[in-house]
C-alpha cells in the first residue's frame, strides 16, 4: 500500500502563485493533478477575499496555506492554534462552501497547525493533528 502526502510550499494569497503543492500521486511524471489543486487554491482564495475583504483577508487568511488535497477533503494550515480556532469557529463554513463551488466532490476542509521544526530544511514543515497535542511542561526545579 503506497501513502503520499502532501505538503504546500508559499503562501494562501499572497500573491505568489507559485504553490508547489504536491498532491496525491502527483510525484509523477506528466501528472497535473498538484496543479490543478493549486489552482482550484487560488480560485478559492481569490473568492474569499472578494467576499470578506481586503483587510480581513489579508489579517486572517494571509498565512493560510494549501497542505494537501484529497478527492474530497482539503486540508489547509495555519501557524498558531489560535488563529486555526478562529477559523474554525467564524470561516470554516464560508472555505468549505467555496471550495464546494469550485469542486462538487469536496465534502470537507480540515485547518491544521504547522509547527516549526529545528534543523528541517528550508521549504519543509510539519503539521500538528489535534491528536499531536504537547504534553503539558515539567516545572523547572
Known amino acids: 500500500m503506497q501513502t503520499n502526502t502532501a ?9 505568489d502563485h507559485a504553490l508547489n503543492a504536491i498532491a496525491e500521486g502527483s510525484d509523477k ?5 498538484g496543479t490543478r489543486h493549486d489552482a482550484l487554491f487560488e480560485r478559492v482564495s481569490a473568492r474569499l477575499k472578494a467576499q470578506v475583504g481586503q483587510d480581513v483577508y ?3 487568511f494571509g498565512r493560510l496555506k494549501l497542505h494537501s488535497q484529497s478527492k474530497s477533503v482539503v486540508r489547509l494550515s495555519v501557524p498558531t492554534t489560535f488563529l486555526k ?3 474554525n469557529n467564524r470561516y470554516l463554513d464560508l472555505i ?3 471550495f464546494q463551488q469550485e469542486d462538487a466532490e469536496i465534502l470537507k476542509v480540515e485547518i491544521l497547525v504547522r509547527t516549526a521544526t529545528r534543523g528541517a530544511r528550508p521549504g519543509t514543515e510539519e503539521v500538528a ?7 503539558a511542561a515539567q516545572p523547572r526545579r
Open 129 to 135: 493533528s489535534a491528536s499531536d497535542a504537547a504534553p
Open 96 to 98: 468549505t462552501s467555496l
Open 85 to 87: 480556532s478562529w477559523i
Open 58 to 60: 489579508a489579517s486572517w
Open 29 to 33: 511524471p506528466g501528472d497535473t493533478s
Open 7 to 15: 505538503t504546500s510550499v508559499g503562501a494562501f494569497g499572497n500573491g
